[in-house]
């Protein structure tokens, strides 16, 4: 027996006559036969059954059919049925059929999934059977994950076919979500070839903080297959694809405002431009809230407050500590005549500078005291 490929290259296998007649050789050596090519010489008219062993020519390798090249060079008897493709027999794996070759070789019937099939020899001589093998296709799809963005919107991912020898993978790839696309969306790969394909996020979802997931697949078959259309090992593959369409960054300035008094205006704004924002500033801020890039609060107590702006899902928060400044000021005496001089004395809270008009200018901020001479009521 030859054992052939696809292409036509011998493929190493084994097969075996377990119903051979008393006497015969079928094989040069022990059972089962193996190897790329076995000739029976001599074989008596009998019955025999050839068996082939599934797998043996590589687990990627299915039993199209069985031929004889002795075919072509014997006559058929007027009994004898029309061989198609020089076929003895062929299958999904076997066929059921009867096909006599007159004067030397009957086939059948075969039993449809079986792996061997009888034979009758009417004559005596030398026969030749060539077992031929079905290489099937292995698909492959790398990377299994991907991440894209409204910003970065496709990624690359190959298709490879890792199958027997001879085989062409015939694939084909599809979303489970409207807003992705495959190009191209199908396509054949020789065998250790590779295709690449190209997922792309096509628009039109809202912008999340949370990443939207999506699964592409990739389905194939073997084009070489027996039966055609077989699927290729490794069938289905997935892709999982993260796209993100985050909001914009929202950021509220200054982050920290610089300190301010009871009742001061602390003013802040949101960037970027262009964009719908809200902002509050709880407890006590006044205004409590407003919709303005740019605004400004006070508070009527102490502490640090904070504020927060919001634009769709994002947000961004600024800062400000509100202090209880406050000065006291005497003056003795408080009258005096023209000319006369009087100690003005003071002490603030929370001051970090001090200054006294008019007239006096910079002081101490926590307390101090100076002369003054006013020449009118002050």
């Given at each position: 027996s030859t054992t052939t490929g696809a292409l036509g290259?011998?493929?190493?296998?084994?097969?075996t006559f377990p119903t051979t007649p008393t006497g015969s050789t079928v094989c040069t050596g022990s059972l089962p036969c193996s190897g790329t090519s076995q000739i029976y010489p001599n074989q008596p008219v009998g019955n025999y059954t050839l068996?082939?062993?599934l797998g043996s020519a590589g687990s990627l390798y299915t039993l199209k059919n069985v031929e004889s090249p002795q075919i072509a060079n014997k006559e058929k008897d007027s009994g004898a049925s029309a061989l198609a493709e020089n076929n003895i027999f062929?299958?999904?794996?076997?066929?059921?059929?009867?096909?006599?070759?007159a004067e030397a070789i009957t086939v059948?019937?075969?039993a449809i999934g079986s792996?061997?099939?009888?034979?009758?020899?009417?004559?005596?001589?030398?026969?030749?059977?060539n077992i031929i093998w079905d290489p099937l296709a292995t698909i492959n799809v790398s990377p299994a994950n991907i991440s894209i963005s409204d910003t970065s919107?496709?990624?690359a991912v190959s298709v490879r076919n890792n199958g027997a020898a001879g085989s062409v993978l015939n694939w084909s790839a599809s979303s489970n979500v409207g807003w992705l696309s495959v190009t191209p969306a199908s396509g054949t790969v020789t065998q250790g070839g590779v295709s690449a394909a190209t997922v792309t996020y096509t628009?039109?979802?809202?912008?999340s903080a949370t990443p939207y997931p999506a699964t592409v697949a990739f389905t194939g078959t073997s084009q070489t297959s027996n039966p055609p259309g077989r699927i290729a090992a490794g069938s289905p593959q997935s892709v999982a694809v993260t796209l993100s369409v985050p909001p914009p960054s929202l950021l509220c300035s200054p982050a920290v405002h610089p300190t301010v008094a009871i009742n001061q205006n602390a003013s802040f704004s949101a960037s970027p431009s262009g964009v719908s924002y809200s902002w509050?500033?709880?407890?006590?801020?006044?205004p409590a809230s407003g919709a303005a890039q740019n605004f400004s609060v006070k508070y009527p107590t102490a502490g640090t407050k904070t504020v927060s702006v919001a634009s769709g899902a994002a947000s961004s928060s600024c800062s400000v500590n509100v202090i209880n400044l406050s000065c006291t000021f005497t003056a003795s005496p408080s009258t005096i005549l023209p000319l006369g001089q009087s100690t003005l004395s003071w002490r603030c809270q929370n001051a970090n500078s001090c200054s006294i008009s008019p007239g006096v200018g910079p002081v101490n901020p926590v307390s101090s005291s100076t002369q003054v001479s006013p020449s009118s009521t002050t």
């Open positions: 290259y011998p493929i190493t296998s084994s097969w068996a082939s062993t062929s299958s999904d794996f076997w066929k059921t059929q009867l096909i006599k070759l059948g019937p075969c792996t061997d099939c009888p034979l009758y020899l009417a004559s005596a001589g030398n026969v030749i059977f919107p496709s990624a628009g039109g979802l809202a912008q509050s500033a709880p407890p006590d801020g006044n």
